[in-house]
């Protein structure tokens, strides 16, 4: 049974930074995997922030939604098995608890990597609070 858990969220003013970890357990991700980060902010609907996903080999390719494309980093340390999501530039609007999402065994098209329908394991989630 894969375990995510997220940590790093807290409190941070507009233009400032946050990592946000994603340690996972009961799998290795090496191989055909997806992982993802995903936020909700009150009264809104879930929403894809980016994932990384690899099919055989040790290549990752990574996808953003636009409203964090050259803001947020996605990647994985497979070593530790643990997903980070770096994020600069912080605006309020980024307010949200955000979650780790992974999916093992498939790729999804393009289309659907950043809709949560597409992900079968799910962390608690972690608040991220940018004031202006």
């Known amino acids: 049974q894969v375990q995510l858990v997220e940590s790093g969220g807290g409190s941070v003013q507009a233009g400032g930074s946050l990592r946000l970890s994603c340690a996972a357990s009961?799998?290795?991700?090496?191989?055909?995997?997806?992982m993802a980060w995903f936020r909700q902010a009150p009264g809104k609907e879930r929403e894809g922030v980016a994932t990384?996903?690899?099919?055989?080999?040790?290549?990752?390719?990574?996808d953003y939604a636009d409203s964090v494309k050259g803001r947020f980093t996605i990647s994985l340390d497979n070593a530790k098995n643990t997903l980070y999501l770096q994020m600069n530039s912080l605006k309020p609007e980024d307010t949200a608890m955000y979650y780790c999402?992974?999916?093992?065994?498939?790729?999804?098209?393009?289309?659907?990597?950043?809709?949560?329908?597409?992900?079968?394991?799910w962390g608690q989630g972690t608040q991220v609070t940018v004031s202006s």
């Open positions: 990384i996903y690899t099919y055989i080999s040790s290549t990752s390719y990574a």
């Open positions: 009961g799998y290795t991700f090496n191989t055909y995997y997806m």
């Open positions: 999402a992974a999916q093992i065994g498939s790729i999804a098209p393009s289309f659907v990597r950043l809709k949560s329908s597409a992900y079968n394991y």
